[in-house]
């Protein structure tokens, strides 16, 4: 039998039924007529509060709900308080502090406990804390919560876990050029607060590097004490009697010195126009910022309500104007920004074509000056007000979510109220009180506004509205070893001739065009060792050519001078400048490459005495290959480079690289070696063996061109919504 097809949704069906009967019982003869009852009284439950004699601040709240207890305890202490020349240390000891165990269990032994009991135990380290927390079923408390306790007080950090928090850091400071979002974010902060301000400053490679064990242990030892935490439980307990046992856990625990607090200097940021080119997208994100205010500001709900009206819903000004009517923009929105303990930050964001960059920015000083021209309506007020008490009960529909509002009310020292008082102050506001925030809060002579993207499509310069700044987005490299290859010396071109005959002579290495090569490597992961097999062609002295199979399907990169990208089963992917450059160092490293240019004045050949490899005495060579450096250990019997290393950038950081050469054989006239084991910083990287091994093979030059969109419609966005 044939179904028809349901042309009305389970929702419509059930208004309309609800209309009808309501019209049937004779209330109303048009939907505008029904009445939206008023919202209830708003009477949240409240933890119980309770104050230890050493100063620990706890909060019991009761839910029977589930057989679960969870807690929390927020130590004060965060990013800010970190020294300039380490940040990144509290993200490390966030992490570290749960990794490195306790005094009587490690961190893995730690994992086995509690995974078998179905719990956990976190830390992490944040901006304006760090925390320690659990979660685990009823029946398992006691078990769970010495865990906590021990490793509240008696942490470890064991040393080999600090490389691996280190490792995720790097990785995260060499992809954060990445993304054009977090570009705009992490510079328009910059821009808010000042480069060096603790709210926008970020980890460096040099930073992370510094952090040490013995500065984990003393972060522990200055913050981690009575006085400075507040915890809070939650689930099926009875409040007197974990009362007590919270009493007998932490009451013989002595004070400890005050948590110090960083004073912050905020300065107003410079106004003007910043630029960050980025040449691999085909959008520009859009920013634009000066400083906002804090929660205890009695404007604070007057905010609440301009921003929610001007760019915080799909019926806010900047979404119906800017987005939909305009067509302008992907994602827009924004207003003034209001935090706890510091000065927020008024941001516009936007992403739009890279065509439309300068009509986006039109548009957006258009709706700032509409603010001021065009007042809220009644309309506007009724609809950003209901939307903000609407939506408000999803931020405390949860009794853990009440307890965690007010564990945070206590912590920042806002009244413990401060939850209530919310509705109340929102239903105050009036159309002139959005008006005078507008003014008062919304500068536009005093914007800094920041544009990502590619200058070469924009619709108009940047330069129209101003002056404008270009801000350098290089990452730092951080501590490495420099090795100084100023000059070629007389023992430098001997090894290098050495070198070169062992390759198989001048005339045989200069002949050498391009070469083709299948390999088996096995690549180390965090999550183990992956079998790779690949092919790969290079075409000196500045292609490549590398093609994978993974477990993720088959990959493919390519590196030239005009392109580097990668494609995969998802798509092609550019790669950011800093790994293209990266990629055509490696390429000016390679052997063979390198001995081809023994009289390029670029290249320069230093002798660096002698060193063991081994049982090998090898001779030094070090080499600076047109700006890529390397040095070599070579075997003075054969010549054969039994050694490599050189300083790079990989996704963990920056570090030593060293590959090792072995299994030398002879194809067409030239000796190559068939096997290669690499380490980066110490840490096994990849082992390689080659397969198959083709000099100057027949190479289509195609395979270095970036494939084109499937469609013409398919390279750019049909439109902004």
Same mark, same amino acid.
């Given at each position: 039998?044939?179904? *028809?097809?349901?042309?009305?949704?389970?929702?419509?069906?059930?208004?309309?039924?609800?209309?009808?009967?309501?019209?049937?019982?004779?209330?109303?003869?048009?939907?505008?007529?029904?009445?939206?009852?008023?919202?209830?009284?708003?009477?949240?439950?409240?933890?119980?509060?309770?104050?230890?004699?050493?100063?620990?601040?706890?909060?019991? #709240?009761?839910?029977?709900?589930?057989?679960?207890?969870?807690?929390?305890?927020?130590?004060?202490?965060?990013?800010?308080?970190?020294?300039?020349?380490?940040?990144?240390?509290?993200?490390?000891?966030?992490?570290?502090?749960?990794?490195? =165990?306790?005094?009587?269990?490690?961190? %893995?032994?730690?994992?086995?406990?509690?995974?078998?009991?179905?719990?956990?135990?976190?830390?992490?380290?944040?901006?304006?804390?760090?925390?320690?927390?659990?979660?685990?079923?009823?029946?398992?408390?006691? %078990?769970?919560?010495? /865990?906590?306790?021990?490793?509240?007080?008696?942490?470890?950090?064991?040393?080999?876990?600090?490389?691996?928090?280190?490792?995720?850091?790097?990785?995260?400071?060499?992809?954060?050029?990445?993304?054009?979002?977090?570009?705009?974010?992490?510079?328009?902060?910059?821009?808010?607060?000042?480069?060096?301000?603790?709210?926008?400053?970020?980890?460096?490679?040099?930073?992370?590097?510094?952090?040490?064990?013995?500065?984990?242990?003393?972060?522990?030892?200055?913050?981690?004490?009575?006085?400075?935490?507040?915890?809070?439980?939650?689930?099926?307990?009875?409040?007197?009697?974990?009362?007590?046992?919270?009493?007998?856990?932490?009451?013989?625990?002595?004070?400890?010195?005050?948590?110090?607090?960083?004073?912050?200097?905020?300065?107003?940021?410079?106004?003007?126009?910043?630029?960050?080119?980025?040449?691999?997208?085909? #959008?520009?994100?859009?920013?634009?910022?000066?400083?906002?205010?804090?929660?205890?500001?009695?404007?604070?709900?007057?905010?609440?309500?301009?921003?929610?009206?001007?760019?915080?819903?799909?019926?806010?000004?900047?979404?119906?104007?800017?987005?939909?009517?305009?067509?302008?923009?992907?994602?827009?929105?924004?207003?003034?920004?209001?935090?706890?303990?510091?000065?927020?930050?008024?941001?516009?964001?936007?992403?739009?074509?890279? =065509?439309?960059?300068?009509?986006?920015?039109?548009?957006?000083?258009? !709706?700032?000056?509409?603010?001021?021209?065009?007042?809220?309506?009644?309309?506007?007020?009724?609809?950003?007000?209901?939307?903000?008490?609407?939506?408000?009960?999803?931020?405390?529909?949860?009794?853990?979510? /009440?307890?965690?509002? *007010?564990?945070?009310?206590?912590?920042?020292?806002?009244?413990?109220?401060?939850?209530?008082?919310?509705?109340?102050?929102?239903?105050?506001?009036?159309?002139?009180?959005?008006?005078?925030?507008?003014?008062?809060?919304?500068?536009? %002579?005093?914007?800094?506004?920041?544009?990502?993207?590619?200058?070469?499509?924009?619709?108009?310069?940047?330069?129209?509205?101003?002056?404008?700044?270009?801000?350098?987005?290089?990452?730092?490299?951080?501590?490495?070893?420099?090795?100084?290859?100023?000059?070629?010396?007389?023992?430098?071109?001997?090894?290098?001739?050495?070198?070169?005959?062992?390759?198989? =002579?001048?005339?045989?290495?200069?002949?050498?065009?391009?070469?083709?090569?299948?390999?088996?490597?096995?690549?180390?992961?965090?999550?183990?060792?992956?079998?790779?097999?690949?092919?790969?062609?290079?075409?000196?002295?500045?292609?490549?050519?590398?093609?994978?199979?993974?477990?993720?399907?088959?990959?493919?990169?390519?590196?030239?001078?005009?392109?580097?990208?990668?494609?995969?089963?998802?798509?092609?992917?550019?790669?950011?400048?800093?790994?293209?450059?990266?990629?055509?160092?490696?390429?000016?490293?390679?052997?063979?490459?390198?001995?081809?240019?023994?009289?390029?004045?670029?290249?320069?050949?230093?002798?660096?005495?002698?060193?063991?490899?081994?049982?090998?005495?090898?001779?030094?060579?070090?080499?600076?290959?047109?700006?890529?450096?390397?040095?070599?250990?070579?075997?003075?019997?054969?010549?054969?480079?039994? *050694?490599?290393?050189?300083?790079?950038?990989?996704?963990?950081?920056?570090?030593?690289?060293?590959?090792?050469?072995?299994?030398?054989?002879?194809?067409?006239?030239?000796?190559?070696?068939?096997?290669?084991?690499?380490?980066?910083?110490? !840490?096994?990287?990849?082992?390689?063996?080659?397969?198959?091994? !083709?000099?100057?093979?027949? /190479?289509?030059?195609?395979?270095?061109?970036?494939?084109?969109?499937?469609?013409?419609?398919?390279?750019?966005?049909?439109?902004?919504?």
């Amino acid at each position: 039998m044939k179904t *028809r097809q349901r042309l009305i949704s389970v929702p419509a069906l059930i208004l309309g039924l609800f209309f009808f009967a309501s019209v049937t019982r004779g209330q109303v003869t048009d939907w505008r007529q029904i009445t939206i009852p008023p919202l209830h009284e708003f009477h949240p439950q409240q933890p119980l509060r309770i104050a230890l004699p050493n100063g620990m601040v706890v909060f019991l #709240q009761q839910d029977h709900e589930l057989p679960l207890i969870r807690g929390t305890a927020m130590i004060r202490g965060g990013s800010p308080d970190e020294p300039a020349g380490k940040v990144g240390l509290v993200e490390i000891y966030g992490q570290v502090w749960r990794t490195g =165990g306790t005094k009587s269990k490690t961190g %893995d032994e730690l994992d086995d406990y509690l995974e078998a009991r179905a719990a956990k135990v976190e830390t992490s380290g944040a901006l304006d804390s760090t925390t320690i927390s659990w979660d685990c079923l009823k029946d398992n408390f006691d %078990d769970v919560f010495k /865990v906590f306790v021990e490793l509240l007080r008696e942490p470890a950090f064991r040393e080999d876990k600090i490389p691996l928090a280190k490792d995720q850091l790097n990785t995260g400071i060499s992809r954060r050029n990445d993304d054009p979002l977090e570009i705009a974010h992490r510079e328009a902060m910059k821009l808010a607060y000042g480069a060096s301000s603790p709210y926008a400053r970020v980890p460096e490679y040099a930073t992370v590097a510094a952090v040490t064990r013995n500065d984990l242990l003393n972060w522990h030892q200055s913050y981690v004490h009575p006085n400075n935490i507040l915890l809070g439980l939650v689930g099926d307990f009875d409040s007197t009697s974990m009362e007590a046992k919270l009493r007998q856990a932490f009451s013989s625990w002595p004070k400890g010195p005050a948590a110090r607090k960083t004073e912050v200097s905020i300065p107003e940021p410079k106004p003007g126009y910043y630029f960050v080119q980025k040449d691999d997208v085909n #959008q520009s994100a859009i920013r634009m910022v000066h400083l906002g205010t804090t929660r205890d500001n009695p404007d604070y709900y007057a905010i609440e309500v301009l921003n929610e009206l001007f760019g915080g819903g799909f019926t806010s000004r900047l979404f119906s104007t800017v987005r939909t009517k305009k067509g302008l923009a992907y994602y827009v929105g924004g207003g003034v920004g209001t935090t706890y303990d510091h000065p927020g930050v008024f941001q516009l964001s936007m992403g739009t074509k890279s =065509g439309t960059t300068a009509a986006g920015l039109d548009a957006l000083y258009e !709706e700032i000056d509409g603010l001021e021209k065009n007042p809220p309506s009644a309309d506007e007020l009724k609809k950003a007000k209901d939307s903000l008490l609407n939506s408000f009960i999803f931020r405390v529909d949860s009794k853990e979510k /009440v307890l965690r509002e *007010r564990m945070t009310y206590e912590y920042h020292g806002y009244p413990a109220d401060f939850l209530e008082r919310y509705r109340a102050g929102i239903e105050k506001v009036t159309q002139g009180d959005v008006t005078r925030v507008g003014r008062r809060y919304i500068h536009k %002579d005093r914007l800094a506004v920041l544009v990502v993207g590619k200058a070469a499509d924009f619709d108009r310069p940047l330069s129209s509205f101003g002056p404008v700044a270009a801000v350098d987005i290089t990452i730092p490299q951080g501590p490495t070893e420099k090795r100084e290859v100023a000059a070629s010396n007389a023992g430098g071109k001997a090894l290098l001739a050495k070198v070169i005959e062992a390759f198989g =002579g001048p005339a045989k290495v200069k002949s050498v065009k391009s070469v083709r090569q299948k390999v088996s490597l096995v690549v180390k992961t965090p999550q183990g060792e992956m079998p790779i097999e690949a092919e790969e062609v290079a075409v000196f002295p500045d292609r490549s050519w590398q093609k994978m199979g993974t477990p993720m399907g088959e990959m493919s990169m390519v590196v030239s001078p005009g392109a580097a990208f990668m494609m995969a089963p998802m798509g092609t992917q550019d790669f950011p400048a800093s790994r293209k450059e990266e990629a055509l160092k490696e390429l000016r490293r390679e052997p063979l490459s390198v001995a081809q240019h023994a009289d390029d004045p670029k290249f320069v050949f230093s002798a660096d005495g002698s060193a063991n490899v081994g049982d090998v005495e090898t001779k030094v060579l070090d080499v600076n290959a047109a700006g890529a450096e390397v040095r070599w250990f070579i075997d003075p019997e054969n010549g054969h480079i039994v *050694r490599a290393s050189w300083q790079s950038t990989g996704m963990g950081g920056p570090g030593e690289v060293v590959a090792d050469y072995g299994d030398w054989k002879t194809v067409e006239g030239i000796s190559v070696p068939f096997k290669e084991t690499r380490t980066r910083s110490g !840490e096994k990287e990849a082992s390689i063996e080659v397969k198959e091994f !083709e000099i100057n093979p027949k /190479v289509d030059p195609k395979i270095f061109e970036k494939p084109a969109p499937k469609t013409a419609e398919s390279s750019k966005p049909s439109s902004n919504q």
